[in-house]
């Protein structure tokens, strides 16, 4: 049997046979042929490290779709009707999400403090300026962008590009982002999502599926301990502490002065002015 495969080798490898439309899916191809006797030791022997590794969850993720698409190609099957694609044992939900020249798959879920993959291709004739995600995470009141990254062209996925939204801004319960791709024009000619109606990632303590990648890549790492506060960029300003001086008392600052104080123009602490 063949180890999970991650769900960006799953979602990018129909993308890349069946165009990606979640339509009716194709007829299955044939089996193939029965490998050759003299390549039976190689297959057992590959076959066997296969298993091997698949008793490990972070063997069968580390992996990523370059393992998937290393010598040959990875059998799929798509559910049109239920929005799945299962790959061996494995299947994944399957939505996708792009509109115009963006065709876009997002990941199922993602633990805190871990980067999101987000990876999308563009079906267009016209020349591609830029690719453009844009992010925020719990408590975060605007979107940061982050200009994509072409990528995936070595797994025959024309025209992909790829991001990760920083683990730094991945907390429960979800992420939101969304997807512009902008033609040389100026001009948008595709997107996932909106400002308004964003893609939801959710964020979970416990994963349902095998860690998500960006193609050739190995899963991201979580990179430190789950704080559940928004981030200091996202917070505002912040206030500086205020110090002790009291009414009358020398002061050369507002905040040596404290709590409903200022210091007045003679260097003392005088009333706030309502």
Do not use: W
Not at 90 to 95: D, E, I, L
Not at 147 to 170: H, I, N, T, W
Not at 221 to 238: E, F, H, I, M, Y
């Amino acid at each position: 049997m063949r180890p999970y495969v991650p769900l960006f080798a799953a979602a990018l490898t129909v993308g890349a046979v069946s165009t990606m439309v979640l339509a009716q899916p194709r007829p299955a191809r044939p089996a193939r042929p029965a490998a050759r006797a003299d390549a039976g030791a190689a297959a057992a022997t590959d076959a066997s490290a296969a298993t091997s590794d698949a008793a490990s969850p972070a063997a069968s993720t580390d992996a990523g779709p370059a393992a998937a698409m290393d010598g040959g190609v990875v059998s799929a099957t798509v559910d049109g009707d239920a929005g799945t694609v299962s790959v061996g044992d494995a299947s994944f939900p399957m939505r996708q999400l792009g509109t115009g020249t963006a065709v876009h798959f997002p990941v199922p879920e993602q633990f805190a403090r871990t980067a999101v993959p987000v990876f999308v291709q563009v079906r267009s004739s016209a020349p591609i300026d830029h690719v453009s995600l844009y992010y925020r995470g719990l408590g975060a009141r605007r979107y940061t962008e982050v200009r994509m990254q072409a990528m995936g062209q070595q797994f025959r996925l024309a025209s992909g590009y790829g991001a990760l939204v920083p683990c730094e801004d991945v907390f429960p319960p979800k992420v939101q982002y969304y997807i512009e791709v902008i033609d040389q024009s100026g001009a948008p000619n595709g997107r996932a999502g909106t400002a308004d109606a964003p893609i939801e990632v959710p964020v979970v303590d416990q994963r349902h599926f095998p860690a998500p990648t960006l193609p050739g890549q190995a899963p991201p790492r979580t990179c430190g301990a789950l704080t559940t506060g928004v981030t200091v960029r996202d917070a505002g300003p912040v206030e500086p502490p205020r110090g002790t001086a009291d009414l009358g008392e020398p002061c050369q600052a507002n905040n040596d002065c404290r709590r409903g104080l200022r210091c007045g123009t003679n260097h003392q602490c005088v009333f706030e002015s309502r």
